[in-house]
T-cell receptor
Framework: DTEVTQTPKHLVMGMTNKKSLKCEQHMGHRAMYWYKQKAKKPPELMFVYSYEKLSINESVPSRFSPECPNSSLLNLHLHALQPEDSALYLC????????????FGQGTRLTVV | QKEVEQNSGPLSVPEGAIASLNCTYSDRGSQSFFWYRQYSGKSPELIMFIYSNGDKEDGRFTAQLNKASQYVSLLIRDSQPSDSATYLCAVNPAPGNTGKLIFGQGTTLQVKP
């Protein structure tokens, strides 16, 4: 089973809203990732969690706040987003940071209005 | 800036032909290399990974790595219309223990019946 589950699949939010994206995996993976993908562009890394600790923040604005409550769950809290933040947000996991065979969830299509 | 370069295409091949997708990378210390397939509106799907120089075959797919030339390729034999997608090359740059992946821009493959 190589399943990474993301919810919701689609999200529309206003610039003053607070929302959260959720990601779950039950493969025993100890590295989890958030990527952002704009149309016709490749995924761009936002955050890496390694053994439930934040190990990489790719200079992401503070309106994006990641959280890893346990080894199976990863959240991305959103607050005061801008329309240019509209994108596909992808969660991924891999066995550990040394083994980067990463499996992606189906993504959350976010629209900021 | 560590980079991964791909020809954006589209690469058009007839059904049954061999499709050859190419990727170059700038970080000579890179150790892990991945090919993802992404259908329009979907998330990336891992189809091949390679760590050592040479060829690696899995069904109709062959990944080729030449670290001296900093070049990785993907061959798809007996191409099918269902192979029509964007193929993303991804590289785990040195030091290799961070979980980070850098993606190329992707090559769009069109397989014509």
């Amino acid at each position: 089973d190589t399943e990474v589950t993301q919810t919701p699949k689609h999200l529309v939010m206003g610039m003053t809203n607070k929302k959260s994206l959720k990601c779950e995996q039950h493969m025993g993976h100890r590295a989890m990732y958030w990527y952002k993908q704009k149309a016709k562009k490749p995924p761009e890394l936002m955050f890496v969690y390694s053994y439930e600790k934040l190990s990489i923040n790719e200079s992401v604005p503070s309106r994006f706040s990641p959280e890893c409550p346990n080894s199976s769950l990863l959240n991305l809290h959103l607050h005061a987003l801008q329309p240019e933040d509209s994108a596909l947000y992808l969660c991924a996991s891999s066995q550990d940071p040394m083994n980067t065979e990463a499996f992606f969830g189906q993504g959350t299509r976010l629209t900021v209005v | 800036q560590k980079e991964v370069e791909q020809n954006s295409g589209p690469l058009s091949v007839p059904e049954g032909a061999i499709a050859s997708l190419n990727c170059t990378y700038s970080d000579r210390g890179s150790q892990s290399f991945f090919w993802y397939r992404q259908y329009s509106g979907k998330s990336p799907e891992l189809i091949m990974f390679i760590y050592s120089n040479g060829d690696k075959e899995d069904g109709r797919f062959t990944a080729q790595l030449n670290k001296a030339s900093q070049y990785v390729s993907l061959l798809i034999r007996d191409s099918q219309p269902s192979d029509s997608a964007t193929y993303l090359c991804a590289v785990n740059p040195a030091p290799g223990n961070t979980g980070k992946l850098i993606f190329g821009q992707g090559t769009t493959l069109q397989v014509k019946p």
